[in-house]
C-alpha cells in the first residue's frame, strides 16, 4: 500500500439552500451547513471530507463553528508534515484531542479519500481492505428517507406520497411530542404495507412510556433515540417494555459505547453515522462489533454535501450494513450540490456507488465557493479559515 505525506489542509465553510427543510423535534434550520475540508499531499494529490454538523448544538455538543477550532488549532498542527500508510493511524495522532467526534471524522474522511486515490482504489473497496475477507461492497446501497415534521397531517401525508412515488421503500418520520401517535395512526391508516420508522430526536422522557407503547400498533421497523441524546441506561429501562426495536443515534459515540448498551439492553439497531462516532477508522469498528454480535446496522445521515454522501454510500455498501440507510437523492437535498454528478434514486430504493477511484465524485471548486459566500451572507460575523 502506498504511504503519503500530508503537506495542506484547507477547510471551507459552506452554507447550501435546502431544497427541503427537514423539521425535527428540536427545530429547523433555514439551510444546511458543512465544513468541507481539502486535503494535500506533498505528490499534489487533494483528498476530500466533510462535516456536516448544524450551526446550533441542538443534536449533539459541536457546532461548526466548534468544529472549526478545534480542527484549525489542534487537528491540523499535528496532520501537517505526517506521513500515514493508514487513515487507521489517525485515532492515535489525535489522541491528546478529547471528544470533538464530528471534528476529527471531517478531517479523516479527507485523508481517506486521499489514500484510497494513492492507492487507486474506490472508498468503498479499500474500506474493505481494512475488514476481514469476506466483506466486499455491494456496489450500491440501500436507502431510505427521512422527512420531517409537517404544519399538518394532510401535508405529512401528501409528502410520503410523493417519495414513494419517487421510489423509496423505507420511510422515517420525525416525531415529537403532540406529533407521534396520532401521525403514525394516520399514516398507517394511509399507507398500511409502508416500511415505516420514527426517529423522536431525544424529544421524550422515561415518564412517556405509555405514549411511546401505544407506537408498537403501528409495525414500526424502529424507534430511533426516543430518550435523551446522552442516555443509555434508560432507553435500557425503556426497551423490555416495548415491543419496538429502540434504534440509537445521539447517545452512541463509540463501539465502547454501543458494548454499554448491548449490555444494558438498551436498544438492538444501531444508527452508524460516521461522523459522529469520530470518522471511518471507529465506524469500522462498530461495523464488525455489529456484524460480529448480528446486530442490524445502517448509516444514518446529517444532511451531507455530495461530498460526505458519496463516503457514506461507499461504507452503506458494506454487506454488513443490512438495513436500508438514511442517504437519500441528491435532488432530496440540493438543487445544485456542491459535487457532480448527482445520486439518483434507483428501482428498488438504492444508490449506485461512483467507480471512480476515492469517493468518485468531482468537486466543484466554483460552487464550494458560491456556498461559502452563501454562508457568509448568513454569518456575517463568523471568523472564517482560509
Ligand atoms: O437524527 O438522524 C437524525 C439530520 C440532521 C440531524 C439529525 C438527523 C438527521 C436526519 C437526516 O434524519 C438524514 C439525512 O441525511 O437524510
Ligand atoms: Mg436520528
Redesign the pocket.
Known sequence: MNSITIQDVKLHVVALPLVEL?K?SFGAEPYKSAIIVEVVSTDGLVGWGETAL?TKPS?GAETILTVLHITRDFLIPRLLGATLESPTELPRLFNSVRGNHHARAGVEAAVWDLLAKANDMRLADYFAVHLPEGNQPRDLATVG??IGIQDSLDEQIALIGKRVDEGYRRI?L?IAPGWDVEVARAVRDAFPDISLML?A?SAYSLKDAERLKQLDQFDLLMI??PLSYDDIFEHGQLQPQLKTPICL??SIYSAHDWKIALQLGAGKIL?L?PTRVGGFAESLKLYQLCVERGNPLWI?????TGIGRAANVAFASLPGVTLPS???ATN??FDPDIAEPPFVLQEGSFLRVPGGIGIGVEVCRDRIAEAQETWRRYNPFAPLWR
Open positions: 427537514l425535527t448544524k443534536y428517507v427521512s422515517k420525525k426517529d430526536n430511533e433515540q443515534d445521539e444508527n453515522k444514518g445521515g446529517m444532511l451531507e438514511d442517504i437519500s432530496r437535498y
